[in-house]
């Protein structure tokens, strides 16, 4: 009577990307971060695979993890399987619909420069199903169902298409300012800040007014929306991304009270996965944004 060899067990697919990523990131809590779980799972995950396999892969420290010489030598085929991985569910995705986007965007952005363009966009395509997600960090398009990533960035870094230069400067009702005839009377009125953004007065200040060391004092907001809906309430001065602001400033709603603006370091930039140029539905939301974004420059 013939008997079947046993068939190898693998380890669990989870446990292989817990470890994928904890490597790759250089921690457990960064890796839960980008797999969306605890860090104890990802931490847990982990040593099972070291149990399955017979081996640790990091050294476990008060101050973190390191891998082992085992680990080093195991990351690099395992970042390639992945990345391989999520390059075959991409051209999946691509091909069930081919008319489907998926924007990675900031909060931000989202909400105040991409939101109000989107309907021009659906206009022209029509059959185009765009889906738009806010986050405070850039995701990694190899590991993440995302088509196109929307902003602030170095667009040297990020192979990225420059959509705008910004710049910052501050603005409030026209009330406020005509009670504000220098920079110096700043002093004096309440100033919001956006808590992402919170070394914004004081690049303005130090660089526009040789140096001034200016201290904003007002509230702080999680959200940057919220504070402009606040200076449009005539709360107080906010320090603004002119090209989130751009609508309120042509309707007169805020003004800048000082022609004294300073340039952002980093444009609002548009990136794709590198190599995925030639998805159709990518390339024309993406010509279609750098054209909205032209005519408002």
């Not at 390191?66 to 970042?79: D, H, S």
């Not at 001065?237 to 709603?253: F, P, Q, T």
């Amino acid at each position: 009577m013939s008997v079947a060899p046993p068939v190898p067990r693998l380890p669990s697919l989870n446990a292989l990307r817990a470890f994928e990523a904890s490597a790759r990131l250089g921690g457990f809590a960064q890796a839960a971060q980008e797999l969306n779980v605890l860090p104890g799972a990802v931490a847990a995950l982990v040593k099972k695979l070291e149990e399955d396999i017979g081996a640790p892969l990091f050294e476990r420290h008060v101050r973190g993890v390191r891998l082992t010489p085992l680990g080093e030598r195991a990351l690099p085929g395992f970042v390639t399987v992945f990345d391989d991985l999520g390059q075959t569910v991409r051209e999946l995705r691509r091909e069930a619909e081919p008319r489907k986007v998926h924007i990675a965007a900031l909060p931000a952005l989202a909400e105040l420069w991409l939101a109000p363009r989107l309907p021009a966009i659906r206009a022209k395509y029509p059959d185009m199903d765009i889906s738009v997600t806010a986050l405070e960090v850039p995701p990694n398009l190899k590991r993440v169902p995302f088509d196109l990533c929307l902003f602030y960035a170095d667009a040297q870094d990020r192979g990225a298409t420059v959509i705008s230069s910004d710049e910052l400067l501050p603005v409030c009702t026209p009330a406020i300012a005509a009670t504000l005839r220098t920079p110096m009377d700043l002093d004096n009125v309440t100033c919001l800040t956006d808590s992402a953004w919170s070394d914004d007065w004081r690049n303005w200040a130090s660089r526009s007014l040789d140096g001034w060391e200016f201290v904003p004092k007002g509230p702080v907001y999680s959200l940057y929306s919220l504070a402009v809906q606040e200076a449009l309430s005539g709360a107080g001065v906010l320090m603004a991304h002119k090209r989130l602001i751009e609508e309120h400033l042509h309707s007169g709603d805020l003004v800048a009270p000082f022609a004294i603006s300073t340039p952002l370091e980093m444009p609002i930039c548009l990136w794709s996965l590198p190599g995925g140029q030639g998805n159709k539905a990518v390339d024309d939301v993406t010509m279609e944004l750098k054209r909205l974004a032209g005519q408002t420059a």
